[in-house]
Protein backbone atom coordinates (compact mmCIF):
# COMPACT_ATOMS: atom_id res chain seq x y z
CA UNK A 1 0.00 0.00 0.00
CA UNK A 2 1.47 3.42 -1.13
CA UNK A 3 0.29 5.36 2.19
CA UNK A 4 -2.52 5.53 4.73
CA UNK A 5 -4.68 8.54 6.30
CA UNK A 6 -4.02 9.58 10.00
CA UNK A 7 -4.57 12.54 12.98
CA UNK A 8 -1.80 15.01 13.91
CA UNK A 9 -1.97 14.32 17.62
CA UNK A 10 1.00 16.42 19.24
CA UNK A 11 4.91 16.97 19.34
CA UNK A 12 7.58 14.79 21.79
CA UNK A 13 11.07 13.58 21.41
CA UNK A 14 12.43 10.29 20.81
CA UNK A 15 16.09 9.22 21.31
CA UNK A 16 18.37 7.93 18.37
CA UNK A 17 21.00 5.27 18.66
CA UNK A 18 23.45 8.36 19.81
CA UNK A 19 21.42 9.34 22.71
CA UNK A 20 20.71 12.44 21.42
CA UNK A 21 16.87 13.78 21.75
CA UNK A 22 15.18 14.07 18.18
CA UNK A 23 11.85 15.98 18.09
CA UNK A 24 9.04 14.17 16.62
CA UNK A 25 5.64 14.79 15.92
CA UNK A 26 2.93 11.68 16.89
CA UNK A 27 0.56 10.54 14.21
CA UNK A 28 -2.69 8.13 14.68
CA UNK A 29 -2.07 5.92 11.47
CA UNK A 30 -5.58 4.14 10.78
CA UNK A 31 -7.26 1.94 10.65
CA UNK A 32 -8.54 2.72 7.60
CA UNK A 33 -10.81 0.32 5.85
CA UNK A 34 -10.69 -0.25 1.98
CA UNK A 35 -14.17 0.91 1.00
CA UNK A 36 -13.79 0.95 -2.58
CA UNK A 37 -11.31 -0.22 -5.45
CA UNK A 38 -11.46 1.72 -9.07
CA UNK A 39 -10.34 0.00 -12.05
CA UNK A 40 -9.56 1.11 -15.62
CA UNK A 41 -12.00 -0.65 -16.79
CA UNK A 42 -15.04 0.60 -14.75
CA UNK A 43 -13.55 4.13 -13.35
CA UNK A 44 -10.89 4.74 -15.78
CA UNK A 45 -8.02 4.94 -13.69
CA UNK A 46 -6.96 2.76 -11.10
CA UNK A 47 -7.21 4.11 -7.02
CA UNK A 48 -7.84 2.28 -3.48
CA UNK A 49 -10.35 4.72 -1.53
CA UNK A 50 -9.36 4.40 2.21
CA UNK A 51 -11.89 5.44 4.74
CA UNK A 52 -11.23 6.63 8.87
CA UNK A 53 -12.21 8.08 11.52
CA UNK A 54 -16.12 7.20 12.57
CA UNK A 55 -18.96 8.85 11.98
CA UNK A 56 -22.29 9.32 13.74
CA UNK A 57 -25.17 7.93 11.52
CA UNK A 58 -27.60 10.85 12.05
CA UNK A 59 -24.50 12.84 10.01
CA UNK A 60 -24.75 10.26 7.13
CA UNK A 61 -27.24 10.27 3.97
CA UNK A 62 -28.89 7.16 2.77
CA UNK A 63 -26.35 7.04 -0.29
CA UNK A 64 -23.32 7.43 2.04
CA UNK A 65 -24.66 5.02 4.46
CA UNK A 66 -25.05 2.34 1.48
CA UNK A 67 -21.78 2.80 0.45
CA UNK A 68 -20.56 2.12 3.65
CA UNK A 69 -22.36 -1.09 4.43
CA UNK A 70 -21.87 -2.66 1.16
CA UNK A 71 -18.30 -3.01 2.55
CA UNK A 72 -19.23 -3.75 5.96
CA UNK A 73 -18.54 -1.25 8.14
CA UNK A 74 -19.91 2.20 10.20
CA UNK A 75 -20.26 5.45 8.45
CA UNK A 76 -16.34 7.25 8.67
CA UNK A 77 -16.11 10.76 8.15
CA UNK A 78 -12.53 11.17 5.79
CA UNK A 79 -12.90 9.38 2.51
CA UNK A 80 -9.38 9.47 0.68
CA UNK A 81 -8.05 7.79 -3.04
CA UNK A 82 -4.74 5.88 -3.44
CA UNK A 83 -3.34 5.71 -7.12
CA UNK A 84 0.29 4.47 -6.33
CA UNK A 85 0.65 0.55 -5.11
CA UNK A 86 3.62 -1.67 -4.26
CA UNK A 87 3.68 -4.21 -6.93
CA UNK A 88 2.58 -7.73 -5.36
CA UNK A 89 1.19 -6.04 -2.50
CA UNK A 90 -2.52 -5.12 -3.57
CA UNK A 91 -4.95 -4.48 -1.02
CA UNK A 92 -8.54 -6.07 -1.25
CA UNK A 93 -12.01 -4.50 -1.00
CA UNK A 94 -13.32 -4.67 3.15
CA UNK A 95 -9.65 -5.14 3.92
CA UNK A 96 -7.91 -3.26 7.35
CA UNK A 97 -5.01 -0.82 6.79
CA UNK A 98 -2.71 -0.35 9.82
CA UNK A 99 0.57 0.75 10.82
CA UNK A 100 1.91 -2.31 9.77
CA UNK A 101 2.68 -1.14 6.19
CA UNK A 102 5.91 1.07 7.71
CA UNK A 103 8.74 -0.38 9.17
CA UNK A 104 11.18 2.35 11.68
CA UNK A 105 13.49 4.17 9.75
CA UNK A 106 11.94 4.40 6.24
CA UNK A 107 11.38 7.70 4.83
CA UNK A 108 7.64 8.94 4.12
CA UNK A 109 5.99 12.13 2.94
CA UNK A 110 3.31 13.59 4.95
CA UNK A 111 0.47 16.07 3.52
CA UNK A 112 -1.86 17.99 5.42
CA UNK A 113 -3.18 21.54 5.53
CA UNK A 114 -1.78 24.28 7.58
CA UNK A 115 -2.32 26.32 10.04
CA UNK A 116 -4.31 29.58 8.82
CA UNK A 117 -2.88 32.80 10.17
CA UNK A 118 -5.53 35.19 8.46
CA UNK A 119 -5.00 37.88 6.42
CA UNK A 120 -1.13 39.12 6.78
CA UNK A 121 0.93 41.87 5.95
CA UNK A 122 3.85 41.75 4.01
CA UNK A 123 6.46 41.56 6.70
CA UNK A 124 5.19 38.28 8.21
CA UNK A 125 3.88 36.68 4.72
CA UNK A 126 6.93 37.38 2.37
CA UNK A 127 9.83 38.38 4.91
CA UNK A 128 9.75 41.66 4.19
CA UNK A 129 12.31 43.86 6.56
CA UNK A 130 10.27 47.16 6.22
CA UNK A 131 11.34 50.39 5.55
CA UNK A 132 12.42 51.37 8.92
CA UNK A 133 13.59 54.82 9.46
CA UNK A 134 14.62 55.01 5.58
CA UNK A 135 11.66 57.07 4.47
CA UNK A 136 11.41 60.83 4.51
CA UNK A 137 9.09 62.00 7.12
CA UNK A 138 6.09 59.71 6.30
CA UNK A 139 4.24 58.31 8.91
CA UNK A 140 3.04 54.96 9.44
CA UNK A 141 5.07 53.11 6.66
CA UNK A 142 7.39 50.92 8.70
CA UNK A 143 5.57 47.59 7.69
CA UNK A 144 4.66 48.73 4.33
CA UNK A 145 5.30 46.89 1.00
CA UNK A 146 6.21 50.06 -1.05
CA UNK A 147 6.16 50.72 -4.71
CA UNK A 148 4.91 47.91 -6.61
CA UNK A 149 3.66 50.10 -9.82
CA UNK A 150 5.51 49.96 -13.17
CA UNK A 151 4.44 53.81 -14.04
CA UNK A 152 2.90 54.16 -17.35
CA UNK A 153 3.96 50.97 -19.01
CA UNK A 154 2.62 48.59 -18.24
CA UNK A 155 0.20 50.60 -16.21
CA UNK A 156 -0.61 47.10 -13.94
CA UNK A 157 1.02 45.31 -11.46
CA UNK A 158 2.22 41.48 -12.59
CA UNK A 159 0.85 38.53 -11.03
CA UNK A 160 2.82 37.03 -8.38
CA UNK A 161 3.77 40.32 -7.02
CA UNK A 162 4.56 39.70 -2.96
CA UNK A 163 1.55 41.67 -1.08
CA UNK A 164 -0.63 41.17 1.70
CA UNK A 165 -3.09 38.54 1.83
CA UNK A 166 -4.47 35.24 3.56
CA UNK A 167 -1.78 33.77 4.77
CA UNK A 168 -1.84 29.37 5.48
CA UNK A 169 -4.72 27.38 5.14
CA UNK A 170 -3.07 25.41 2.03
CA UNK A 171 -2.19 21.88 1.41
CA UNK A 172 1.24 21.02 1.99
CA UNK A 173 3.72 18.26 1.65
CA UNK A 174 6.82 17.38 3.98
CA UNK A 175 8.73 15.02 2.05
CA UNK A 176 11.94 12.92 3.45
CA UNK A 177 10.50 12.60 6.63
CA UNK A 178 12.00 9.75 8.78
CA UNK A 179 9.85 7.49 11.19
CA UNK A 180 11.84 7.24 14.19
CA UNK A 181 9.25 5.06 15.85
CA UNK A 182 5.86 2.56 15.53
CA UNK A 183 3.87 1.65 17.99
CA UNK A 184 1.47 -0.69 16.77
CA UNK A 185 -0.78 -1.39 19.61
CA UNK A 186 -1.79 1.84 19.46
CA UNK A 187 -1.47 2.59 15.83
CA UNK A 188 0.88 5.26 16.18
CA UNK A 189 3.56 7.07 14.40
CA UNK A 190 6.74 9.25 15.73
CA UNK A 191 8.00 11.36 12.73
CA UNK A 192 11.03 13.22 12.84
CA UNK A 193 10.35 17.15 12.21
CA UNK A 194 7.69 18.61 12.28
CA UNK A 195 3.94 18.25 10.11
CA UNK A 196 1.58 20.29 8.59
CA UNK A 197 -1.59 21.28 10.81
CA UNK A 198 -2.60 21.86 14.45
CA UNK A 199 -3.18 18.91 16.50
CA UNK A 200 -5.98 17.14 15.49
CA UNK A 201 -5.76 18.02 11.62
CA UNK A 202 -6.03 15.12 9.18
CA UNK A 203 -2.84 13.76 7.16
CA UNK A 204 -1.72 11.44 4.44
CA UNK A 205 1.26 9.89 5.01
CA UNK A 206 2.78 8.46 1.92
CA UNK A 207 4.71 5.71 1.43
CA UNK A 208 7.94 5.75 -1.51
CA UNK A 209 7.24 3.45 -3.82
Given at each position: ?7 K ?9 N ?11 G?C ?7 KE???Y ?21 H ?5 IT ?10 F????R ?26 K ?7 R ?6 G??SHG???R ?6 I??S ?8 G ?9 K ?5 N??I ?13 G ?16
Open positions: MSGIIGKIGMTGSFDEGKNIPCTIVEAPIVTQIKTKDGEALQLAYEDLKDKHVTKPIAGFKKAGPKRIVREFTREEGNKKFGEKITVDIFVEGEYIDVVGISKGGFQGVVKHNFRGSDAQHNLRAPGSGASSPSRVFKTCLPGQMGNRVKMILKMKIIPEKNLLLIKAVPGPNGSILIVERWS
